[in-house]
Structure formats: C-alpha cells, structure tokens
C-alpha cells in the first residue's frame, strides 16, 4: 500500500473560498451603487460647462453690438431660447463708472421636476 502524506500540501480549505467569494462580493457591490451616481454628476457636469458656453457666448455678442444696440439698453431682457437653455439678461447703465454697463446673464434649463442654472456677470464698455 503506498499512502502519500498530505503535510506541505498547499491549497484552500473550502470555509477560506467561501469567505473571500463574500469580501469579492461586498467590494463589487460598493463598486456598483457608485456608477449610477457617478454618471449623474457626469451628465450635470456636461450641462454647466454648456450652460457657460452659451451664457459666454451672448457677452460676446454684446461685446461686437454697438453702444446703441437694444439688448444693451437699460432694463431686464429676453428670454431667449438657446439651443435648450432659456437666457436672461439684465442691463445696468453708468455702473459702476460712465459709459460702462454692467450685464448679467443668466441661463436656465430643466432638470426634472425643477430647474438649475448658471450666472455670468460682465461689465463692457461703450
């Protein structure tokens, strides 16, 4: 009879796999509730680095509009549609010197049940 020793065998028992298949599943697990969260933050992102480049996108139309131009006029203005943004503009005249004007714009969009937006504030002078 040939009977081999089992000492200086290596291996896992049954109880350590099934122990490190539970800590594998915890981690993906973690892993997996951030993603939709992550894609979330992604998407908002996406919509207030467009938001900006539209509301920059107008103070550089009004930097080429001349000093008599109606947008530039004293008052509230719009709103106007910008690709799916809503723009909004306010005009102040001899601030915070003469001749200057201070222009704030805002740009707003919808987001579910409610609405974020962004603001730019710009002073040209003409």
């Known amino acids: 009879m040939n009977t081999a020793s089992r000492k200086g065998q290596g291996g896992f028992s049954m109880i350590e796999l099934m122990v490190s298949t539970v ?11 951030l993603y939709p969260r992550a894609m979330a933050y ?12 539209v509301a920059h996108g107008i103070v550089e139309e009004f930097y080429r509009m001349p000093a008599g131009a109606t947008a530039l006029a004293a008052g509230n203005h719009g709103p106007v549609q910008r690709e799916n943004f809503t723009c909004t503009w306010n005009v102040q005249l001899d601030y915070p010197i003469t001749k200057m004007r201070r222009v ?3 740009v707003t969009w919808p987001t579910g049940a ?3 937006s962004v603001g730019v504030v710009t002073y040209i002078l003409k």
Not at 23 to 33: D, K, S
Request: hydrophobic fraction near 50%.
């Open 23 to 33: 800590m594998l599943a915890f981690v993906v697990t973690g892993i997996a509730t």
């Open 42 to 53: 992604s998407v908002q992102s996406r919509q207030l680095n467009r938001a900006f480049s």
């Open 104 to 106: 704030t714009v805002g």
């Open 114 to 116: 409610s609405f974020d």
